[in-house]
């Protein structure tokens, strides 16, 4: 009997490992976050990537205020990664966040890791100082808090006149105008046994001459015009052409009598260089003028697959990370389908264009009910008055005004000009006498009739002018919802710091989505405007037409000779 129980406890405990395979139920929702390491033939281990959240493939109102139950969960969906945040805006929807991944690779087709968030009790647990590989020896990233101070373990201070540009590449940037930034000397940058440099950097004009780094008589990474210069010893390479006011990625590797220049993670120049000393003072940006961002200094020489992923995870265009849209699947695996670029855009959209759009809902409601209720009555009305026109125009004077009895027009406007004009007849039909009408009579039954016609006029016409409201109104109503939401738009991505197309596209495509509303409302509204009041127009015509035939052949019956 033990024995069965055991076998019973190990299978049920077998199935709610398998019922709660996800890494922790308090976090309520998740996203899978895919590699393309497209050209990384090398394995790199533990990488920093740079994540980068915003309103178009994250849902900043499910996740707290400051961020603080974000986790980021390695491809087992059990192991949790190192991560550090470096920007994280709530109210303008923009986030900046490295993580720490296992290991990156082209060979590695299904690579992913997982986003959790959706825990109103969590705590943060990024911490930048474990992030950094032990051969990186500066790391400046020119925060506003810290604009001048290292983040890596060897606590370097930079001296210098420099300004924070909030909207940098990655968060702040540093502003630059010709005076250089100096590091200390120090021995953690001794290039014994390798050394790399690397820097984005943004030339506010080109061309220019300016020195991106130098050690007195030893190393000078220089512009020259437009082109990038290397000096070792007396050895110059040459190679790599600059653009201005775009952000590029520079970096250089020095290792056993050989240097290396890159630009963009793609070499430029190499060639064989004297042994040099690089713990000396360091001099960043003598002479340049325009942004630096994300300056890194280590005491190995980098490989050049390690570079040209720095380069292609840390542009503002980066396709190395995908982040699926709505959470991941069962078992880890994100279910197949076209992305919802219609809840993108409903995410999207600033309070303003949500206000617009909901007018517009009302709009198009009214519109589309006064369209259905105006068609019934006209559809109802032409069939009622065919019925009893076929009627009238059969009647002789034994039976024409004997019209209103043995029959039923509910809808039928002819026969209320018929019952007005009776009754006005019958005032003037004295008993045992036979009808005589007058031409003064005659002129006040016609009166009579025509003052029906136009109440009955009215009441075809009643709430077409919603119609034109809609037709007229909607559109400039949109594009007072698409304008303002541009102008918010761009407001956040300036307050924010963050200019990159994947956080401007969704806000702008979202206030588009208010004109499209307001469109989407004028457009039937004109169709249904023209057919329905093409018809009333006939109905009109029919009721005067009416009016015309009924007292003339009234007067003809009956008038006096």
Partial sequence: MKKWLVLLGLVMGIFSLSAFA????????????????????QAIVQPSVVVRLHSGNFDFTSVNIDGSDIRFIAQDDKTELKYFVEKFDAVNELAIIWVQIPQISSADKDAHFWLYYGNENATSTANPKIMLDSHLVAKFQFSDKALLQDSSASGLFASGKITAQKAGLIGESAVLTGEALVIPANAATNASAGFTWSAWVKPSALPQTASLYSQENNVDL?????????????????????KPAVWQHIA???????????????????????????????????????????????????????????????????????????E????????????????????????????????LAVMFAISVWVMWSKAMLVS??????????????????????????????????LFKLYQAGLR?????????????????????????????????TQRQNAGMVLLTIAISGGPFLGLLGTVVGVMITFA??????????????????AALLATVAGLAVAIPALFGYNYLASRIKNITIAMQIFVDEFVTRSAELFGKE
């Fill in 222 to 242: 220089a512009i020259a015009a437009q082109n990038l210069t290397l000096k070792i010893g007396e050895i110059v390479l040459t190679g790599g052409e600059l």
């Fill in 424 to 456: 006005e007849i019958k005032k003037r039909q004295h008993e045992g006498e036979k009808l005589s009408l007058s031409g003064a009579s005659m002129d006040a039954i016609k009166a009579a009739i025509d003052a029906d016609l136009v109440r009955e």
């Fill in 328 to 359: 991941g699947g069962e078992d880890g695996e994100e279910e197949e389908g076209e992305a919802n670029y219609l809840g993108i855009l409903i995410n999207s959209l600033t309070i303003d264009a949500k206000i617009v759009i909901a007018i």
């Fill in 380 to 413: 109802r009305t032409d069939k009622d008055n065919k019925k009893f026109l076929a009627r009238f125009q059969k009647s002789n004077a034994s039976d024409l005004l004997e019209l209103d009895k043995g029959g039923k027009y509910p809808h039928s406007n």
């Fill in 252 to 326: 250089f590797t020095l290792n056993a009598g050989k240097a290396v220049l890159y630009l963009n993670g793609v070499e430029v120049a190499t060639g064989d260089v004297p042994t040099v000393d690089t713990a000396t003072d360091i001099k960043i940006g003598e002479g340049f003028t325009g942004e630096v961002d994300e300056l890194e200094i280590a005491n190995i020489a980098r490989s050049a697959d390690f570079i040209k992923l720095i380069a292609s995870s840390e542009s503002v265009d980066s396709q190395l990370l995908k982040i699926a849209e709505g």
């Fill in 22 to 41: 996800e890494w922790n139920a308090d976090w309520t929702q998740r996203k899978k976050i895919s590699i393309n390491a497209v050209g990384i033939t």
């Fill in 492 to 509: 956040a991505i300036a307050a924010a710091g963050d200019v990159n197309v994947n956080a401007i596209a969704p806000g702008i495509a």
